[in-house]
């Protein structure tokens, strides 16, 4: 919004289970919030209609004063704002979000990944500060990964980098509800621990492995295992980060799990690359995709045209 009297943001970090919305001061001030459980199985356009309440509740009223940037769990196009298909979103395949959103708020509005809104996030004003190669990955009910490569965000040639929960880990493994087979994501996901260990949630699985449960430990370590083996190989190998933080509800497991995950990174990957790369807990928490949504809007050129670092 260079050139131009900024607006105030209106940022929502749109998941599975949840959305969260903020409202952010041209200065990144954070005011009024509020969170409605996603209703993913009524289908995209009742979605659409608590993203309307929510805009409306947390302001501000005039649609000419906002923008709205929300970070989405599956495949964008940043430009256009067309979710692809959101695994833990049924029905999503190609929805014009933005256009949607826009229709029913009268506001501009931009649509990214979400782990790329929290790796913009946790780069600008977290763990990632100070980083010019940085990865941030969430573990929680999915697996994803956003990337800020030579101090920018990186996208790919269509906006559509960073699935490393889709990375197959097992070709034999469990489904994965993207179509394949032995995904990352149906290895090491809250959702995945939760399933191979017969409980209802990941947390489940945590408690019950702190009180002894066999079984419940060994899944843990497992999904810590596999994700570690993953990193290793696929983001540290690969790209030769200096830092990568870790993020997502599946890091509350406690210490156990952290450690097997490093574990896993250092028979994944190559001594130096590994010694050059700092494994980090994540700083924003729950407001990492609000802040990386924020940050999206202030850098946009004129609202809606160029996404931020591309």
Same mark, same amino acid.
């Given at each position: 919004?260079?050139g131009e009297v !900024?607006?105030?943001?209106?940022a929502l970090d ?6 969260r919305a903020?409202? #952010?001061?041209?200065? @990144?001030?954070i005011?009024? !919030?509020a969170r409605?459980?996603t209703?993913a199985?009524? /289908?995209?356009?009742a979605?659409?209609e608590q993203i309307?309440?929510?805009v409306?509740?947390?302001g501000?009223?005039?649609?000419g004063a906002?923008v709205v ?11 256009t704002?067309?979710?692809?298909g959101?695994p833990?979103?049924?029905?999503w395949?190609?929805f014009?979000l933005?256009?949607?959103v826009?229709?029913?708020?009268g506001?501009p ?10 790796a913009?996030g946790?780069?600008?004003?977290g763990?990632g500060?100070g #980083? ?8 929680s009910t999915?697996?994803g990964?956003?990337l800020?490569l030579?101090g920018?965000?990186f996208r790919?040639?269509? @906006?559509k980098? /960073?699935? #490393?929960g ?5 070709p034999d ?6 179509g394949?087979? /032995?995904?990352l994501?149906?290895l090491?996901?809250?959702?995945a621990i939760a399933?191979l260990?017969?409980?209802?949630s990941?947390?489940?699985v945590?408690?019950a %492995? ?10 843990l370590?497992?999904?810590?295992w ?5 990193v290793?190989g ?5 790209l030769?980060?200096d830092?990568i933080?870790?993020g997502g509800?599946v890091f509350?497991? @406690?210490? %156990?799990f ?5 574990a /896993?990174?250092?028979h994944g990957s190559?001594r130096?690359?590994r010694?050059h790369?700092r ?6 928490g729950?407001?990492q995709?609000l802040?990386g949504?924020?940050e999206l809007a202030m850098d946009a050129?004129?609202?809606?045209t160029t996404p931020?670092?591309?």
């Amino acid at each position: 919004m260079v050139g131009e009297v !900024r607006r105030e943001v209106v940022a929502l970090d749109l998941g599975g289970t949840w959305i969260r919305a903020a409202r #952010f001061s041209p200065t @990144g001030k954070i005011g009024k !919030r509020a969170r409605d459980r996603t209703a993913a199985h009524l /289908g995209p356009a009742a979605v659409v209609e608590q993203i309307r309440d929510l805009v409306e509740t947390v302001g501000p009223a005039d649609p000419g004063a906002r923008v709205v940037a929300i970070g989405v769990p599956g495949p964008v196009d940043p430009f256009t704002g067309v979710v692809e298909g959101a695994p833990n979103l049924p029905g999503w395949g190609a929805f014009p979000l933005k256009d949607r959103v826009e229709a029913e708020v009268g506001s501009p509005c931009l649509v990214d990944h979400d782990a790329t809104l929290a790796a913009l996030g946790e780069h600008r004003q977290g763990a990632g500060r100070g #980083f010019r190669n940085f990865v941030y990955v969430t573990v929680s009910t999915g697996i994803g990964a956003g990337l800020c490569l030579d101090g920018k965000l990186f996208r790919g040639g269509q @906006g559509k980098a /960073g699935e #490393f929960g889709h990375i197959v880990v097992d070709p034999d493994g469990p489904p994965c509800h993207c179509g394949n087979r /032995g995904c990352l994501e149906a290895l090491s996901s809250g959702t995945a621990i939760a399933a191979l260990a017969g409980l209802p949630s990941a947390a489940a699985v945590s408690r019950a %492995a702190q009180e002894g449960d066999e079984e419940a430990a060994k899944v843990l370590a497992q999904a810590a295992w596999h994700l570690g083996v993953a990193v290793g190989g696929s983001l540290i190998n690969l790209l030769n980060p200096d830092a990568i933080a870790f993020g997502g509800g599946v890091f509350a497991a @406690g210490p %156990a799990f952290w450690d097997q995950m490093t574990a /896993g990174v250092a028979h994944g990957s190559f001594r130096a690359p590994r010694e050059h790369c700092r494994l980090l807990r994540a700083e924003l928490g729950e407001d990492q995709g609000l802040v990386g949504a924020f940050e999206l809007a202030m850098d946009a050129g004129p609202v809606g045209t160029t996404p931020a670092g591309v």
